[in-house]
């Protein structure tokens, strides 16, 4: 049954069309499409097929993004001699700063890890890379279907993943079949694949299931934020990275941002805050805005142009996070995973790194005549990879920024990286994170608002202008995509004790809290605008009560990202 339809719907619903493949792929990011690129590799004959949320791939994918280029090489090991290769802005000055409230200190690189240099890594999009790999995928045979979310898991009689189906089209925001009616299909295959990204929809069914988070340490996650600027020719320094903390986050809230010069006189310019900071009354968004003011980034931008912005959420846990990988008929890749190291804020190397492992390990079991079953051999594989290896020399980063704030946590989480670089230990062993991020929130009574000043419309914007750049859209007569457990609780509960947070940590101005008469504050209603949604899945994380449970939309509703 689609989770879009009605109990009364769904009963006169045909059947759907079922389609058989030997791998399904469910997620158009660098770790899907990588999968599905190596299994043709080192299996031409293998059927696959991938399916993907966003009207076109590429057009819900958003990174910094500084690529690490060393798992594409592995993967296509002539794509610099492509003319069409989509990365073409090597790093050539890479910068740290600490800001202040109006001055910055440049930290000495000589300081740094080694593995936070910078040098040999290329400024680009992850969204044109995506779109690249595409045509690789598709020449090679792979069926790709941008438009078509995976709503929902099929499973065999023995509780084993059997494939997923694509979500009904043509329902009514009452539940109501509309004329438009389309029935989703089922693709069936002998493995799954599930590369979603941070928090998907089905990998969150699957997690709970399978029991995958056991005995692993609670998923830790940040929202980057991030616009696309074109500035003054004589202000553009291609392939100049800087990246930078401190004002305006607290010493208590962690975070940090982001300045990187791309190609054609455009700027990356992006803030990161980790979802489990505890003023309620915070606001990424609007640190974000804050952020742009700051000298150091005000004059780069001043005269420029705001082509573009986004948001998502990012997996921040790390090594002690990554949950089992493999269960009956299916495996976690990518940022489903978890496999960003968070000090780099690199996550797509270890994307595609997962998708070549899973496809390796596919494509084996396929040769030996197997299906539908656990492919304990990849979950077992990792740790031993070029994944593992990147996340074990940073795993106590997360954890020390946590305990003991930006100034003495970074400092400390620098030693550490320091010493398992240079000697191959910690002395801190390895660190939990603690509470997950719905749990950190303090009550509103216990902490001082924070004010925001007016966005001034040239460097900073309110929340409704950045979401028309970020061309979101989804059909308005269909059902809520984002989901109340319990209608009563953002009114009753979330109200008094933190002021409703979702109104604040949406950077799409997706929820509010109205009243009847806004003087006295009398009959508050809880109102959602879904059509506003960027897909960030913060709602998802970072809500209190865990009342909002965030699936997929109709078709292709979502941003439309050009050069994210």
């Known amino acids: 049954m689609?989770?879009?339809?009605?109990?009364?719907?769904?009963?006169?619903?045909?059947?759907?069309?079922?389609?058989?493949?030997?791998?399904?792929?469910?997620?158009?990011?660098?770790?899907?499409?990588?999968?599905?690129?190596?299994?043709?590799?080192?299996?031409?004959?293998t059927s696959v097929v991938l399916v993907e949320k966003g009207s076109e791939v590429g057009a819900h994918i958003l990174s910094g993004a500084v690529i690490d280029p060393k798992a594409l090489d592995a993967l296509l090991p002539d794509w610099r001699q492509d003319p069409e290769r989509p990365l073409k802005t090597p790093v050539t000055k890479d910068r740290f700063y600490y800001y202040g409230h109006s001055g910055a200190l440049r930290l000495p690189n000589f300081m740094m890890p080694r593995l936070m240099n910078n040098h040999g890594n290329f400024v680009g999009s992850l969204g044109n890379l995506t779109r690249y790999l595409a045509t690789k995928a598709e020449a090679l045979g792979v069926e790709i279907y941008p438009g078509f979310p995976a709503a929902e898991v099929l499973y065999g009689d023995n509780g084993e993943v059997v494939g997923v189906a694509t979500g009904d089209l043509g329902i009514g925001k009452d539940g109501h079949i509309k004329e438009s009616f389309t029935r989703g299909m089922e693709l069936r295959g002998k493995y799954t694949l599930f590369a979603e990204g941070a928090r998907g929809s089905l990998t969150k069914l699957l997690m709970e299931r399978y029991e995958l988070r056991a005995g692993c340490e609670p998923q830790k996650y940040g929202i980057g934020l991030k616009e696309i600027w074109q500035i003054a020719p004589d202000k553009h320094e291609p392939g100049l990275v800087q990246h930078s903390f401190g004002w305006p986050l607290d010493n208590a809230t962690g975070g940090g941002s982001f300045l990187y010069h791309a190609e054609d006189n455009q700027v990356y310019?992006?803030?990161?805050?980790?979802?489990?900071?505890?003023?309620?009354?915070?606001?990424?968004?609007?640190?974000?805005?804050?952020?742009?003011?700051?000298?150091a980034i005000a004059h780069v931008l001043e005269g420029g142009k705001r082509l573009?912005?986004?948001?998502?959420?990012?997996?921040?846990?790390?090594?002690?996070?990554?949950?089992?990988?493999?269960?009956p008929g299916g495996v976690l890749v990518g940022d489903s995973a978890g496999f960003l190291n968070v000090p780099r804020i690199k996550g797509s190397h270890n994307a595609i790194y997962s998708g070549m492992l899973a496809a390796?390990?596919?494509?084996?079991?396929?040769?030996?005549?197997?299906?539908?079953?656990?492919?304990?051999?990849?979950d077992d594989a990792w740790r031993e990879s070029a994944i593992g290896k990147d996340l074990w020399k940073v795993r106590n980063a997360k954890p020390l920024w946590s305990k003991f704030g930006t100034y003495l946590g970074i400092t400390l989480g620098g030693l550490d990286m320091l010493m398992n670089e240079l000697l191959g230990f910690s002395f801190f062993g390895t660190l939990k994170h603690g509470k997950a991020d719905h749990e950190t929130l303090k009550r509103i009574d216990e902490v001082k608002p924070i004010v925001y000043p007016k966005p001034d419309g040239k460097l900073s914007f309110d929340k409704l202008s950045s979401v028309f750049v970020s061309n979101t859209n989804h059909?308005?007569?269909?059902?809520?995509?984002?989901?109340?457990?319990?209608?009563?609780?953002?009114?009753?509960?979330?109200?008094?004790?933190?002021?409703?947070?979702?109104?604040?940590?949406?950077?799409?101005?997706?929820?509010?809290?109205?009243?009847?008469?806004?003087?006295?504050?009398?009959?508050p209603r809880f109102i959602i605008n879904a059509q506003n949604c960027v897909h960030c899945k913060t709602c998802d994380i970072k809500d209190p009560e865990q009342n909002i449970v965030w699936v997929t939309p109709e078709g292709g509703g979502g941003p439309t990202y050009p050069n994210m």
């Open 269 to 295: 310019v992006g803030f990161v805050v980790h979802l489990n900071y505890t003023n309620p009354t915070l606001s990424p968004f609007d640190e974000f805005q804050r952020f742009k003011t700051h000298p």
């Open 2 to 45: 689609s989770e879009a339809a009605t109990p009364q719907a769904a009963a006169e619903l045909p059947p759907r069309e079922a389609m058989e493949y030997a791998v399904v792929v469910v997620g158009g990011g660098p770790a899907g499409l990588a999968a599905a690129i190596h299994l043709k590799q080192v299996s031409p004959e």
């Open 360 to 378: 390796k390990n596919i494509a084996a079991a396929l040769g030996e005549g197997r299906a539908h079953d656990t492919l304990q051999a990849y």
């Open 475 to 523: 059909e308005e007569d269909q059902p809520s995509h984002l989901k109340l457990r319990d209608p009563s609780i953002p009114i009753a509960v979330n109200l008094p004790k933190y002021g409703e947070p979702a109104r604040l940590y949406c950077p799409a101005g997706v929820y509010e809290v109205v009243y009847a008469d806004d003087a006295k504050k009398t009959d």
């Open 308 to 327: 573009s912005y986004g948001a998502r959420a990012i997996s921040e846990g790390g090594w002690q996070s990554v949950p089992k990988l493999a269960f």
